[in-house]
């Protein structure tokens, strides 16, 4: 039986057309899940708590804080039904939660000047015990300690993923809840897209400064 031979400009066009079909292919799975982690980061209220340096002591007191936070808010975000109303909720005890962590700043002997606010920024990949966050800006509830320079802590208040297991709350969307459930460490999906952010984050930062 005689084989079919290709010349090699044959092999040339076959491998450029399975290259392309290839890249179409990529494209169109990497577009849904960059969209569905789009749809996440616009459904998500985090929590960052920024310590005054790195030293034992205000790392420890980073806890602390983080600890009176989440005490002070926990039954607050978790009776908000979306992400507006949670925005809303913080912004209207913005008090409350600055006080709480006052106190928790007092209570550990330490003068710290405490500032909390509402931001949006950006945060790199987030890999959690069971889930991981995509890089991109959020909507963020921020606690600074004193010159704010020390390692950060950061959770989710809306929807609750910073509640003990038995009351975790969930997104809404099922596909932004299959993601999360899926996530499983950091893949190379979320490698792709923090590469993506992060070229999006720095052009963004070159044209305010211009």
């Not at 084989?3 to 057309?17: I, N």
């Amino acid at each position: 039986m005689l084989q079919k031979k290709f010349s090699p400009r044959r092999l040339l066009e076959c491998s450029a057309a399975a290259g392309l079909v290839l890249a179409v292919v990529l494209s169109c799975w990497f577009s849904t899940f960059a969209g569905t982690c789009a749809g996440l980061r616009d459904s998500t209220l985090r929590l960052h708590v920024k310590a005054n340096s790195d030293s034992a002591a205000d790392q420890a007191l980073k806890l602390q804080v983080r600890d009176a936070v989440l005490a002070q808010t926990g039954d607050l975000f978790a009776r908000q039904t979306d992400k507006a109303q949670a925005i809303q909720a913080a912004q209207a005890n913005l008090d409350r939660i600055q006080a709480a962590a006052e106190e928790a700043v007092a209570k550990a002997g330490s003068q710290q000047a405490v500032r909390v606010y509402l931001t949006n920024m950006y945060f790199d990949t987030t890999v959690y015990d069971r889930f991981t966050l995509p890089a991109g800006r959020y909507d963020a509830l921020r606690v600074e300690l004193g010159s704010s320079q020390g390692h950060n802590w950061f959770c989710v208040l809306y929807p609750g993923l910073c509640l003990p297991a038995a009351e975790e709350k969930t997104y809404a969307d099922p596909a932004q809840q299959t993601l999360l459930e899926e996530s499983g460490g950091y893949e190379i999906r979320f490698a792709a897209l923090e590469a993506v952010e992060r070229a999006a984050e720095w052009l963004r930062a070159k044209a305010e400064s211009e």
